[in-house]
């Protein structure tokens, strides 16, 4: 009986941590937002060429976020910015950004 209660708990655990709008992270006191997460997975996996992400792009994606929050919080801390021209800079070192990339996710691959 034990067992049982165990697996039902983590069935449930497990289902509302998978419907959940909760954030993927916290850094800082900054949550990363749900819903800019799953965008950017869905990015990933077109990079791809596949439909979903794979778990490696998703770790991958998290561990890079937290990076840039924290070197985010940092760039606050001693007052610098990226302006516009900094960001049109780096897009023309680019280049064409492939089909089916959105701008969003451009100009945050180059903030990162």
């Known amino acids: 009986m034990k067992r049982l209660a165990c697996a039902l708990l983590f069935v449930a655990l497990f289902a509302t941590g998978c419907g959940s709008s909760t954030a993927p992270a916290t ?6 937002d749900r819903s800019e997460y799953l965008d950017q997975l869905s990015q ?4 791809g060429g596949g439909t979903d992400a794979t778990a490696s792009q998703r770790s991958d994606w998290l ?3 937290i990076s840039s929050e924290l070197v985010a919080g940092e760039i606050k801390r001693l007052h610098l910015t990226v302006g516009e021209a900094e960001l049109a ?3 023309g070192e680019i280049g064409e950004i492939p089909e089916g990339v959105s701008d969003e996710f451009a100009d945050y691959v180059i903030r990162s």
């Not at 850094?27 to 990363?32: L, M, P, W």
Request: glycine fraction near 6%; charged fraction near 20%; avoid cysteine.
């Open 27 to 32: 850094v800082n006191g900054v949550a990363i």
């Open 44 to 47: 990933l996996a077109k990079l």
């Open 63 to 65: 561990t890079q976020r």
């Open 89 to 91: 800079t780096a897009r």
